[in-house]
């Protein structure tokens, strides 16, 4: 069974860079029928996709993040990474990280997400 | 790239239907078939329900379906338990490799 699980600080200070990692098990992220996203929910509100990545390297970024979102893979470790520049209170949310068939029209696996809170 | 539109809440007696709303544009959802529903509960990860605007995930009750015309996609439960009661989200292809989801909807089972 495709686990995902989400890693990294809970705490972010403004102006720093969160950086996350979801470890994938049960399933190779070098498999080229899937993608791998990351989708993050502010408290209370709704969820916002981030970008997505192939393990071959392409990757796709919200117009509105991409100046700041960087998202990377490990294949030797089947590790899927974020990192968001210059953060601010805006960007408080539970990160969640998730697999996308080639299809392109669904993410049909999810972590359990982690929260990170960016405060001084 | 703006959040599909949803109506902020719905709700339902138990056993009766209800029809939660996506509203996108002609570039997003009524450019693809690629829209999907996510049932999520306070606390807890998002879970596929719908893909390709009306299949069903293996597992998800047949009470769940999805439809759409033109700009707008629907995902209507019926036979409405008490279970059901959460959080639903659209989401939707957008071209060139981007995505995008719809506000939420919070479902009240009465």
């Given at each position: 069974q495709l686990q995902l699980q989400e890693s990294g600080p809970g705490l972010v200070k403004p102006s720093e860079t969160l950086s996350l990692t979801c470890t994938v098990s049960g399933g190779s992220i070098s498999n080229s029928n899937y993608y791998w996203g990351w989708i993050r929910q502010p408290p209370g509100k709704g969820l916002e996709w981030i970008g997505t990545i192939h393990y071959s390297g392409s990757t796709y970024y919200k117009p509105s993040l991409k100046s700041r979102v960087a998202i990377s893979v490990d294949t030797s470790k089947n590790q899927v990474s974020l990192r968001l520049r210059s953060v601010t209170a805006a960007d408080t949310a539970v990160f969640y990280c998730a697999r996308l068939p080639a299809s392109m029209d669904r993410f049909d696996y999810w972590g359990q997400g982690t929260l990170v809170t960016v405060s001084s | 790239q703006s959040a599909l539109t949803q109506p902020r809440s719905v709700s339902g007696s138990p056993g009766q239907s209800v029809t939660v709303s996506c509203t996108g544009t002609s570039s997003d959802v009524g450019a693809y078939n690629y829209v999907s529903w996510y049932q999520q509960h306070p606390g807890k990860a998002p879970k596929l329900m719908i893909y390709d605007v009306s299949k069903r995930p293996s597992g998800v009750p047949d009470r769940f379906s999805g439809s759409k015309s033109g700009n707008t996609a629907s995902l209507t439960i019926s036979g409405l338990q008490a279970e059901d009661e959460a959080d639903y989200y659209c989401f939707s292809?957008?071209?060139?490799y981007t995505w995008v989801f719809g506000g939420g909807t919070k479902l009240t089972v009465l």
């Open positions: - | 292809y957008a071209g060139s």
